[in-house]
């Protein structure tokens, strides 16, 4: 994930919903997504964010937390706030810096470890075996675990294979819970696929009604890949928070612009990990479960995609 601290919470919830409240997302729960990547099980916690389950059975929230851009004691306080809020998924990486203020949030909520899905990324700079290897464990002590919930690849350069290998063995020695992939285009994960032992159990790219990589996206449904949305709001670049069309749909339901976003990644079974530093914001992306978009609603987003990233920076 990589996006742009300077537009979060501008003007991003044009009629924000003071009054609802997350909670109410428990009695929505028949309003499911189609079960394109896996079997959709509840979250027993309870907030009902429901679990994706992954290609090698592990249990994976489908909405969680992303933390880019957070540092120091708002990283930690964003992360705390999160999780007491019932999110489950928290996506950090190497590069982003935040590593130990993640651990201190996590640490800080007071949850059991094992309520917890926490993602980090090996950098480009640490590919290869022994490298992966050291950076994994530099990862786990300044998050403070034992282990981590998923482990990533965050590009597809330098020597992919040596690190796969490292989180490979990593994997089977059960201090990573799955492995896998980001950014990955669809030719090349399907060679790693076609030389390694252990499937990539998710593949967490650029997503959002903008961007919406149809081809990525039926890759994945067929290799049995979870798809993630890293930026699924695109940050508010290209005007989502404020486009007439998305607000137009949102009005049918009492929301606004982002929760529609999110409601569409929903419904295409696709992880989300939206990152906001403001608690009502947190709140607000919780409550997406109580409503449905209907099929003219998913094809009128379908009709928004420019096939164009809005990040042309990492290109």
């Known amino acids: 994930m990589n996006n742009n601290n300077k537009t979060d919470g501008i003007d991003r919830r044009k009629f924000l919903q003071t009054g609802a409240m997350f909670a109410a997302s428990a009695m929505f729960m028949s309003l499911r997504p189609s079960r394109i990547f896996g079997a959709l099980i509840d979250n027993p916690t309870e907030i009902s964010i429901e679990n994706i389950i992954l290609n090698n059975g592990v249990k994976m929230p489908i909405l969680g937390f992303g933390t880019y851009g957070l540092s120091d004691s708002v990283c930690e306080r964003s992360v705390a706030d999160a999780i007491s809020l019932g999110y489950r998924l928290i996506d950090t990486a190497m590069i982003y810096g935040n590593e130990a203020s993640v651990g201190a949030g996590i640490k800080l909520s007071g949850i059991k470890r094992e309520e917890l899905f926490v993602t980090s990324k090996v950098w480009v700079d640490d590919s290869g075996y022994e490298k992966t ?58 060679d790693l696929i076609a030389t390694n032992n252990v499937k990539p159990a998710v593949n967490q790219i650029e997503t959002h009604a903008f961007f919406q990589q149809p081809k990525a996206y039926e890759v994945l449904k067929h290799d049995g890949v979870q798809m993630e949305a890293w930026a699924p709001f695109a940050e508010g670049r290209n005007g989502l928070f404020t486009n007439q069309i998305l607000e137009a749909i949102g009005k049918k339901y009492n929301k606004n612009n982002a929760q529609v976003s999110l409601r569409w990644h929903y419904q295409r079974g696709i992880v989300a990990i939206p990152r906001t530093s403001q608690k009502a914001h947190m709140i607000e992306n919780l409550n997406i479960f109580d409503f449905e978009l209907d099929k003219s609603d998913m094809k009128t987003i379908s009709n928004l995609d420019i096939n164009k990233t809005q990040f042309p920076e990492w290109g």
């Open 133 to 190: 290897l050291k950076a994994f464990d530099t990862s786990l002590s300044k998050l403070g675990l034992d282990y981590l919930d998923l482990y990533l690849i965050h590009r597809p350069r330098g020597d992919v294979k040596g690190s796969w290998k490292a989180m490979e063995e990593l994997y089977k020695e059960g201090k990573i819970r799955a492995i896998g992939v980001s950014n990955f285009e669809p030719d090349q994960l399907n």
